[in-house]
Every structure is written in C-alpha cells, then in structure tokens.
C-alpha cells in the first residue's frame, strides 16, 4: 500500500516577467516612488572631442532657479578614478578633455527643467587639440591602450608555404549602440551609515566598488540594490558605475537623496558602444578546400579610455577561428585609442567582429576559387577533440550535427534550386542565401570572475525566498533562478519568491554577463537549496528511524519514502524543522570547475563549453534601388536540455535581430571632430517589425547538454547574435547573382547604400 504522490508534472515553462510586462507593472529604477527632498542630477559633457579646459565659469548657471549645487572634480572625497581594469579614465574631468560626451561637471536641482537651463548657461573655453577617430591612425601612431595579445597554434608561417591557395584581405565591422530601452541611471539615498544606491546595472558589485572608491569609503558602506533592469546587453556591465557614482557623489554632498537618469540623447552622446574594428586576413587552403593556415590583425578602436576593451580584445581571438578548426594560426590584437567615447562589452563581447573577419575571409577564398563557401565552411567545421587556438580542445562538439541537421531538415539544396529558379525568372530582384555556422565559448574569459553566491530562506510557514547575483534584464535569468529553486525544493513556482539582487544579502557578485549569469548563480542556487534539503532530510531520517537504504524523497510539496507510509506535507516538514530548530536558511556557493587560462602563454581551458549552431538566411534584394529584405532564417542550435523553451526561444529572436541590425542597418557615423552624426534613433535605425525576417524557424538539436550548465541546459544569452552575420553574407551572393563582377570590400554593416554600390560596382566601369 503507497500513498505516494504521483509525479509532478513538468509545468509549461514560462517567463514569470510577461504578465508584469504586458500589463505595464513592472518596476524599473524610474517607476519607484520617489522620496521626498529628491533631487535630481544632471550631467554637462565635453562638447569637445580632444582639449585642454582653459576656463570653466558656471557662476551664472549656479544662480538659476532650483539649482542646489554644481559639483566638479575638486569636490570628489576619495578617487577621480572609475576604470575598471585600467585605472585611465576620471570621473570627472579634470583638465584634458579626451571624447564627446565626457562628464566634467554635475548639476544638482530641485528639478529636472532647470538643470537643463542652468547647463546652457555654463561657460567653458578650450585650447582645442588634434581629434583621432580612425583607427589605423591611432595604430599608426602606436597609440593603444593596453598590451597587444597574440595566439599561436601549429605554424603559421611555415604553413603559408605548403599552401595551394593564399588569399589576403581586410574587413571592416562598425561599432553598435545598446539601445537598451532604459536608459542609464542611479538614485542614491543617504542612510545613517553610508549610502542605499538603486541602480540599472549589470554589476551591482562594480557599482558598489566604484562608488565607493569615489566617496573614498569602504564597500561595506554602500548597499546596491538593482530589481531589474530594462536591457543592458552589455552596456551596463561596466558602464552603469559612473552614473552611479555621480549620483552618490551629489546625494553625499547635498545629504539629500539625488536621482540621475539619462536621456536617451544623453545615453547615446556619452556612453560607450561595440568596438569597431579594422581587421587584416591572410587565408591559405590546400587543393581539396581545407584551411591549412589562418594570420589575421585586429585593429579596436577602443575609444578614449580602456574600459573593459582589453578583455572584449582577447575574447576576439577566442572566437577568431569561429567554428572551424585550422592547424596554424597567427593572430593578433591591438586596442588602440581614439578619442570617442569609451566603447565597452556588447553581446558577443568581440567574439562576433572576430568572426565576421573568419567569414569574409573564408568568403574570399570561395569567390576567388568559384566555389560555394558553403563546401569550405563544411570542410572545415570543428570535430571532437580538435583544437582551439587557445589550446583548449572541442569537447561534445556539436558543429557538424548543427550543420548536417539544418542542410537536411531545413532542404538546402531545394532552397537553393527554388533561389536558382528565382534569380533566373527576376532580372531587378535577386536572392541569396548563406549558410551561418557559430561556436562560443561560454564563462567569463578572466578565470576569476566564474563563481557566483546565493542566499536562500525557507520561512516557517513552508513559503521560500531567494537571492542571487544575477540581475534580470529581459533574459529570463528570474525565471530560470525560480525554476531552479522549484526544482530543487520539488514546489511550485508560486512557492518562491525572487528577491532584488542587493550587495548586502549576495557580496562580490560577478556582473550578469557572459551568457554565465543563468549557470553561475543557478548554480550557487542549487548548493544553498541542496544543503537545507540536507538538513530536511536528516531530521526526517531521525524522525522516521529510516535506513541507508530508504529511498526518502523530497518533492511534489511533500517527503515521502517510496513504498511505505511515512508522507509529510511540505508544510508539516517546515513547521516541524523549525520546532526541531533546523536552520532553514542557507548561503551557496559555486566557482565553475576546470578552467584556467594562462596569459603569458595564451593557452588553457577557458571555457566551461562551448555552444553550437547553424543558421541558414535567405534574402532577396532589391537591385533597382539597393534596397533588402530578409525572407527568412533557418537555426539549428544547441540548446542543450533547455530548461526553459519560451526564454531561450526569445533569446535566439532577440540576439538575431541584434546580430542582423549589427551587420546590416545599424551605422554609427562620426565626423573628423570626433562628433557623432548618428546621435538619435531617426538616423540610427535599429530592426524593427519590417526588418526583421519575415521567418525565423528554431530547431532544438537534441544533445545531453553540458554538465558545467545549469540543468543541462546551455547558456543562451550572446551565441544567437552572431547569427546576425549570416545576413550579411546572404545579401552579398544576392548581389553576385546580379553582376558576378560585382567588387564587395568587406565592410559592415551592408546598408542599402553600399548595396547599391555593389550591385553596380565593376559594371558601371566596364
Ligand atoms: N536579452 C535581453 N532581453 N536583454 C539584455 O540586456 N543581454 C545579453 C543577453 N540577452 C540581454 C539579453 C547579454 S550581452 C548577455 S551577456 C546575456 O543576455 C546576459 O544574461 P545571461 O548570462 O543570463 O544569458
Ligand atoms: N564576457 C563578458 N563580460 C566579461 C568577460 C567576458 O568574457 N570578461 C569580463 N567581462
Ligand atoms: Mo554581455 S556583452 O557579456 O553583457
């Protein structure tokens, strides 16, 4: 006789933030309640690409209504300093002025009107000095900001010389603005001791430490607390402190709470965005189409101050070789600076601009040795246990599944007979197709930053709340962080409430970034849960005067062990550990094992796993006006075991379209006085309804998925951008079907006008 529960049944996975969102009551840093006496920060930047200040007068802006303060560097209690790897770049400017959108003073009122008036009152008189925006201008003057770095597999330059085919170029990718929805911004409140500090950040540990290095204070003193934010996608992993800080230096200087959100004008002038990158290619490949040798130089233009360029820098070289294996690479990087503004992490982390240069090189090759590119990229796709060139080798490689899976179940060859049918029947419209194959790497390149903490509490009437490091910013990690806490408890999602991710319950969090934020802090999640499932236990074992070999389970709302009648409502469990005095909370822990990475040499593991998948674009163009459409786009990927379907579905969606607007719209233009021309979202067109593709098709490629991920199920968060790429190259071959003489220089993104260019490149001159 059992009176077992029957098993749970799986529940629909969802995302636990749609209802908040489509019913408008979902909470960002601007929907809290403000309190009284709030102030509010304005900040006036350097209209001035590069100069010396020679005066600043804001004694008329300081007499305008409603104005409280006017803070300027002098004023800082501890350091002028916010750089997070390189200490290079002041909060405030001192004198130098080194980029457009560069923070010199803070204007704090009563209101927001006024501080506006009062900022077009501040006089400021400059020596104005040279401007450099181009990268290879900064290279040629050996101008950088960090070391160069270098990886070598095999030998590239004895190689070269075996090889039947060599072919060298160079491609270009522009930079990218975040457009997160929210834009930057912090309100910081006084306390008796110290600073509360709400803030739209990816790293909430970063805010903390870099407020607190401004206010000459200890970490100790200054809480973060961030609920959620509306997008970062990079932007506000390093980017979100200075505003912060800013926030927290006028709130301790007034003594009254201060707010400071930017416009999004403000947003896009100021802050930093992906990495431009100028890039040179050497190719060379036998006679059966295999890659014998790779040499490339990657050129970053890394802005007015290092920020986090020199890690987006070396993740360029992890992901240099995309999803192939070549047995001799010679690669290096340079982040060289200009005087833009800062640029920082961007989904993908230069990863993607290093794989861009892989496919037009691969490109390249095939158009000079007429041949499908498609036959090279197979050819060469990774295989288990080859090797990166970082040393690391290809474990669970799923890059020929990816591919092999898509080519069939998605009809490559009658799509490309119906796009050959097309072409022939329509002479002023051509469609092209591209095949799109990713791997990334997925932890944190720099070793230390993969560990995670979680702090979890069952209270005594059975109901659990959680705490984590992760900050949810439209990805879904809430969802997954609630779906790991059910689980391991074996209670409805209802059960568990998600707490604000807040420096005083998790310390020393690693920014949500990475793609990591779902494996680390799940993680940490399942260590805090499983050690008060260990105490549930024990005290049942004693209770129940249960043996070894009882099989005592956990689950369904309830503790039961199979074939007997010991069963124990969820509830009964908690009351009775809380009489027996069970600690019912507990704090977790986890540091990803196995990798390591060592500089000086460039080799080690440095990625828990990696992540596969294949994307097959279709696009026709218009070859009258230039004009494209992408017709659809066909994924295999690999999930993994997913543990959450709508979430990671959303983020192949999401990451595309980023990826598409990347490679094909999305064009930052700056004039020679380092002013950005495209400084509003009428000349900076983002994807939108009709850009995207019409069809978008998601295949699950069934794999065990990787042990390092949290449930099996693989990070998702940047590999699906660089599916972006295969857009790209799928409107190139629709222009070669146009004019087959067509010169295409590799130069991203592929707006309408340089497809234009293209269609009637060799033509015209013919
Ligand atoms: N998705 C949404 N909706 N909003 C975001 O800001 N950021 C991306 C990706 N997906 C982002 C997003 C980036 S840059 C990263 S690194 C991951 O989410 C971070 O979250 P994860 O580690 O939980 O995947
Ligand atoms: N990815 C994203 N963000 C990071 C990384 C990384 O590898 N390293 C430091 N910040
Ligand atoms: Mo993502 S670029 O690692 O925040």
Known sequence: ???????????????????????????????????????????????????????????????????????????????????????????????????????????????????????????????????????????????????????????????????????????????????YLEPQGAYAIPQQQGMKIFSSTQGPTAVQHTVAKVLGWSMNLIEVDVNRIGGGFGGKEDQASPWAAMAALAAHICQRPVKLILERGEDLQMTGKRHPYQSHYKIGLDTSGKIIAFEARYLQNGGAAADLSPAVLQRTLFHSTNSYYIPHVRISAYSCRTNLPPNTAFRGFGGPQGMYVMEAALDHAATALDI??????????????????????????????????????????????????????????????????????????????????????????????????????????????????????????????????????????????????????????QDACSQIIHRLQDLLRDQWSLTEADELQIDNASAYVAGTDHLMSWQELVTLAFQQRVNLSAKGHYATPTIHFNKETSKGIPFAYHVYGTAITTCTVDCLRGNYELDKVQIVHDFGSSMNRAVDLGQIEGGLAQGIGWMTMEELIYNDKGQLKSGNLANYKIPDIYSVPKEVQVQYLNTPGAELAINKSKAVGEPPLMYGIGAYFAIHQAIKRFNPQAVIPYSAPMTTEKVLLALYSKRDSE
């Open 1 to 179: 006789m059992t009176q077992n529960p029957k098993p749970r049944k799986k529940k629909h996975s969802l995302n636990i933030d749609a209802p908040l969102h489509v019913t408008g009551r979902t909470i960002y840093l601007d929907d809290m309640p403000e309190l009284g006496g709030t102030l509010y920060a304005k900040v006036y930047y350097s209209p001035y690409a590069h100069a010396s200040i020679t005066s600043i007068d804001y004694s008329e802006a300081r007499q305008q209504p409603g104005i409280i303060d006017i803070i300027d560097h002098s004023r800082i209690p501890g350091e002028n300093q916010i750089g997070g790897i390189i200490p290079d770049e002041p909060l405030l400017a001192v004198d130098e002025l080194h980029f457009i959108g560069m923070p010199i003073l803070i204007i704090v009122s009563t209101d927001e009107l006024n501080a506006h008036k009062a900022s077009q009152l501040i006089k400021l008189e400059v020596e104005e000095k040279e401007v450099i925006v181009d990268v290879e201008e900064a290279y040629r003057r050996r101008s950088f900001l960090s070391a160069p770095i270098h990886f070598s597999l095999g030998d590239a330059e004895h190689a070269f010389t075996d090889c039947a085919h060599v072919f060298e170029g160079s491609a270009s990718s522009g930079g990218q603005e975040h457009v």
């Open 372 to 525: 499908e590119v498609h036959d090279i990229q197979r050819k060469n796709l990774l295989y288990e246990s080859a090797e990166f060139p970082y040393g690391q080798l290809a474990e669970a490689c799923a890059a020929q599944h990816c591919w092999d899976e898509a080519v069939e179940s998605y009809d490559l060859s009658g799509s490309m007979k119906k796009i050959e049918d097309y072409n022939a029947a329509h002479q002023w419209s051509k469609k092209g197709l591209s095949l799109m194959p990713i791997c990334f790497g997925i932890s944190f390149t720099n070793t230390m930053m993969n560990q995670a903490r979680a702090l979890v509490h069952v209270y005594h009437d059975g109901s659990v709340g959680i705490s984590t490091g992760a900050v949810e910013m439209g990805q879904g990690v809430s969802s997954k962080m609630i779906q790991v806490a059910a689980g391991c408890f074996g209670l409805p999602h209802e059960h568990i409430k998600l707490e604000s991710t807040n420096t005083t319950r998790v310390a020393n969090t690693s920014p949500s970034a990475a793609s990591a934020t779902a494996d680390l802090n799940g993680k940490a999640l």
